[in-house]
């Protein structure tokens, strides 16, 4: 079964990797970049930690990083925890399976007034009723134009991959585009704001019960 991933790299990849291990084919066509956007500290507030959800934000928070460098980063898995000591982060924990376990685990640890370092095009966070947790956007996926192997690729896909609202609406932008036939394609949503921001029309539509590359694959083998 071919699997089309879309997202930016690394985390393409990474996707592709876990695809492969399912015993599946990923097809690799990022159709976005990631780039830093300029962010400036939040006035006044005391922070006692830095949440970090993905691996992009690391370097691009990186800039701003002398003004708190004893805050510890709790991250949401252990690939998003290397790239924060890679960027020069010190990381207190790593969550083992969503956001919310990062969370619990600075709840835990006493903390109680986060900063969290996001991208544009996020996906809101669980409540955390013992934290306050103020958001600042830090990079963004630029959209990238159609490859010239767009159509072939896509053809090829027994199911396209998207991890965001934005991505959704932007591959089916393109397939409108191109004028590929969406009723002739199955889309595998990361979650149901992803599935809504694909609208109609498809051949298949299915949502992931939660909003991780582990359970969006386990959806498409339940799928068939």
Known sequence: ???LVIRP??????????????????????????????WTWPENPAYDAILLTS????????????????????AVGPKTARAARAAGFTVAAAGDRDVKAATDIAASHGRRHLL?????????????????IDKVIVYRAAALA?????????????????????????????????????????????SANVGDAAGQGWHRKLVAPRADDAALIAAIMAAG
């Open 1 to 3: 079964m071919n699997l």
């Open 9 to 38: 790299q690394p985390g393409a990849d990474a996707t592709a990797r876990r695809i492969l291990a399912r015993g599946f084919h990923p097809l690799v066509m990022p159709l976005f970049a990631v780039e830093a956007v300029p």
């Open 55 to 74: 691996a992009h934000a690391p370097a691009a928070g990186a800039a701003m990083l002398h003004r708190a460098p004893h805050l510890p980063v709790y």
């Open 116 to 132: 969290w370092l996001a991208g544009a095009d996020h996906i809101a966070l669980p409540p955390c009723d013992d934290l306050r």
């Open 146 to 190: 159609a490859p010239d192997d767009f159509d072939i690729v896509t053809s090829k896909a027994d199911w396209v991959l998207l991890h965001s609202p934005r991505a959704a609406r932007h591959f089916r932008g393109l397939c409108e585009q191109r004028k590929c036939a969406i009723d002739a394609l199955s889309i595998a949503a990361f």
